[in-house]
């Protein structure tokens, strides 16, 4: 074979490849072709080269699907639900909104903040149903007011073979949060709040890993967190391994300063099966269909159309629903009560005593709460008896809730029995109530001895109301404590 280049004469390429074997044959075949090597070495080069590429591209995509199969995760669906006011949001960006009403929130890290008069609820629910709405309610994290946290991510194991927990994850907190964890089955759970910036060494962590109840408050000086139930436990972030477990009804205490840490255990519910959030919807079969253990549920007995009370299930929470519809026109009332024997509760030894209750107001007919003011579509009323001798100077307090209306000559925020206005909250949507320390509130002279019944109830005309978390906290005092 002959080529032709441009400028230099005809090669015959076959000879000088003849030529070239010739040579290599004759010097033991290490002839060098224009480099260091022998074609021999190359070939291994090659061929282990090959090899290894091959084993690496095998374990990659073994471990890619072992990872995929076990390890990767999916968004658990996270939205925030205004309560009462205006929320900011700031995202990735830094950019801040304002929301009124819902927010679809993302797994990029969002911070929400409340004002002295908002409040806001994340909700997060079951990855795994179709219909994020109708899907189980897996959390829910409550805001009060003044309160700044970070949402960091929400995230749950793609297939439900996979032993990875699911995992909900705040930072940066300052504030109050009221925490429900209500939806956890036999799959593994995490959630962690960190008081201060991820990954670091500083502040306090929060961890949570099972269905429960609990509050936890942050300021520069401290932080409280208070376990009403289920098992949840704290720790500094530089010492994982020192835990403390807190209780059902302690409440621990960390001074930021000294890093001390102390446990008080003076915390009580008067209240039997209020936490109807952690209870199944057979609660309501001890007494008549729909009404829960340990209350008794009934309208008034004169009232055309009579109303409802039920046990159910309401945007995954379980709650007594009250309910009245039927075109009514005139005054009717469904309540649920539980009252305290024979004199009553005493609860003299206390220095605090508060309703925490969580509701969703869904309809009423009325604006504000009529024309007296005592018509809202939810009240609570706590009777009791003042002074060392009941049943003598019966008191009572009154707190209502409403979400429709104006205020005007024919209209009222508040009734003649109250100490104070009514709650404005956001309609459908649940609004966890804090009433403060009823001891400071009521004047001296006038102070609860004996407890003797707390109710719950939906009045007007026409209401829907659902109530899942009713509870009456009472603290000791130190006196009583050291002496019990």
């Known amino acids: 074979m002959f080529v032709i ?23 033991g075949g290490a002839y060098d072709f224009g480099g260091s090597r022998s074609p021999e070495r190359i070939a291994w080069i090659v061929l282990l080269g090959a090899f290894a590429l091959f084993c690496t591209m095998t374990l990659t995509a073994g471990f ?16 925030l639900y205004v309560s009462k006011g205006t929320v900011g949001i700031t995202g990735a960006d830094l950019r801040e909104t304002v929301e009124r009403s819902r927010e679809e929130l993302t797994n990029r890290v969002t911070s929400v903040s409340t004002d002295s008069l908002s409040q806001a609820t994340i909700q997060f629910r079951d990855y795994t149903e179709d219909n994020v709405e109708r899907a189980e309610l897996l959390a829910a994290v409550t805001l009060q007011g003044n309160t700044f946290v970070t949402f960091n991510h929400a995230i749950s194991p793609r297939f439900d073979w996979s032993q990875d927990p699911q995992r909900i994850q705040f930072s940066r907190l300052s504030g109050q949060l ?13 959630m962690d709040i960190y008081t201060d910036v991820l990954n670091t060494d500083k502040g306090v962590h929060i961890q949570s890993l099972s269905n429960g109840r609990y509050r936890l408050s942050v300021s520069e000086d401290e932080i409280r967190l208070l376990n009403l139930a289920g098992a949840v436990s704290a720790f500094f972030g530089d010492d994982p391994n020192l835990r403390n477990p807190v209780d059902p009804g302690s409440e621990l205490v960390v001074k930021r300063g000294n890093r001390s840490i102390r446990t008080l255990e ?3 519910n008067l209240l039997m099966t209020g936490d109807f959030s952690l209870q199944s919807l057979s609660i309501g079969q001890l007494y008549s269909p729909g009404e829960p253990l340990n209350w008794s549920c009934s309208g008034l007995s004169e009232q055309n159309p009579p109303g409802s009370f039920s046990i159910l299930e309401s945007d ?5 629903n009250l309910q009245r ?50 018509e809202c579509p939810l009240m609570v009323h706590i ?47 649940w609004y966890t109530f804090d009433s403060g320390n009823l001891l400071n509130l009521i004047a001296e002279d006038h102070r609860p001895a004996f407890i003797n019944a707390i109710r719950f109830y939906a009045s007007g005309h026409q209401f829907d109301t659902v109530v899942s978390e009713m509870m009456l906290l009472a603290v000791e005092s130190a006196g009583a404590v050291a002496s019990g």
Do not use: M
Request: aromatic share 10%; hydrophobic share 35%.
């Open 5 to 27: 280049v441009p400028g230099i004469a005809k090669v015959d390429i076959t000879q000088q490849a003849e030529e070239i074997i010739e040579a290599a044959a004759s010097d």
């Open 64 to 79: 890619g699907v072992w990872h995929y199969l076990f390890r990767s995760t999916v968004p658990i669906p996270a939205t």
């Open 178 to 190: 009221d925490v429900l964890v209500t939806g956890v089955d036999a799959h593994p759970f995490v």
């Open 266 to 268: 003076d915390t009580t």
């Open 316 to 320: 995954g929470r379980v709650g007594v």
């Open 325 to 374: 519809f039927g075109n009514a026109a005139t005054h009717g009332e469904i309540s649920c009560i539980q009252e305290f024997e024979a004199e009553g509760l005493d609860v003299r030894h206390f220095e605090s005593l508060r309703v925490l209750a969580t509701f969703s107001l869904n309809y009423q007919s009325l604006s504000l709460c009529g024309k007296e003011g005592s």
């Open 383 to 429: 009777t009791y008896t003042t002074g060392d001798s009941p049943p003598n100077n019966r008191s009572n307090w009154f707190r209502g809730f409403y979400y429709e209306g104006q205020a005007s000559g024919t209209h009222k925020k508040t009734c003649a029995s109250c100490l104070q206005e009514h709650v404005d909250t956001n309609p459908s949507v």
